[in-house]
């Protein structure tokens, strides 16, 4: 069997949207069991048209024991192509699932493409258990958490905050995304791009998404994960969504060794209590609280929790992993 993962990165996006495909890219590149095939899908017009031969040209040259990788969703029209190639020639296609349409409010079409493919890498066990209504369980892995790659490290960690403890909360932060923190929560450390408010010495600023070391800091301070416009809980089709997905942002404050807090009904809940390195919260006051009671050593435990996992994100770990399940099931059927 020849193993191959299509790289459909165009390379002169480097905004943080792509991380997870590029770190995906990066991963499966160390691997000696693949070859990596550079198809830019992502450009404007021009481009896609000037690349559709080369990828009709590389796909008909699969063989039917070959197993091909791609990043999901597709670029427009891509899907159709790989889909006609592989009806003709029988190669295996395995989809690393980044997002889902249908689960933030979109059309069922990303699940019926999906139910065409040989195997999958969803995000957790809840986004699989929702698929299984459309696709058999056992073609579906998970990647359990996105790994985040990281480029030079520092040696030495740097304060970014001078404050003992609080909530760090970085991304997207257009009020349509997160409502919330323009809505009395002026206690919150803002890191991010499409800040509204020109006052507040609490906004950081943006950082780089390979280079996130604006994150580490002293004293007792966790992540955030949330959506929406609501303090009290994730609200929206963004709220929703994080029932079903691994949000990026908690493999980014991870990957710092920051424990995260994370609403109790969102899919990644199991796995940030589960390896103790944060906790499961109703809304943000509770998220305050635990800020202003949680003992030192009790910080401590789960901060060196939190340093042990970002070692495996920043080694590839979860994707090498489900890459590897993946193919022990289709090698041996």
Known sequence: ??????????FERKDAGFKARRDALEIISQRKDFVVKFLPLWGGLKSRIITLPSLIKFIMSLGES??????????????QVLFFAKKIKGFKLIPLI?????????TNHDIYRL????????????????????IQRDKI????????LVENMPDVQTNSIQDKRGIIFAGNLT?????????????LFLFGVNYK?????RYIGSFDANHPHKLITDGVFFGLIWDGDSSSTCSGDFGAYLRYNNPHKTSLYLSMGLPVFVWKEAAIADFIVDNRIGYSIANLDEARRIVNEISNDEYDEIKINSENIAKKLKGGFYFNNAIDEVLNVIENN
């Open 98 to 106: 980044h997002d889902i349409d249908s689960l933030r409010g979109g």
């Open 66 to 79: 070959d197993a091909l990788f791609i990043n999901f969703p597709v670029a427009r029209p891509f899907w």
């Open 141 to 148: 892995k998970e990647v359990k958490i996105f790994d985040y």
């Open 175 to 187: 009020p349509e995304k997160c409502g919330f923190i323009y809505d009395k929560n002026e206690d």
């Open 115 to 134: 139910a065409k493919c040989d195997m999958l890498i969803s995000h957790n066990k809840k986004m699989s258990d929702f698929m299984s209504n459309h």
């Open 1 to 10: 069997m020849n193993k191959y993962f299509l790289n459909d990165l165009n």
């Open 197 to 201: 408010k020109t006052d507040n010495p």
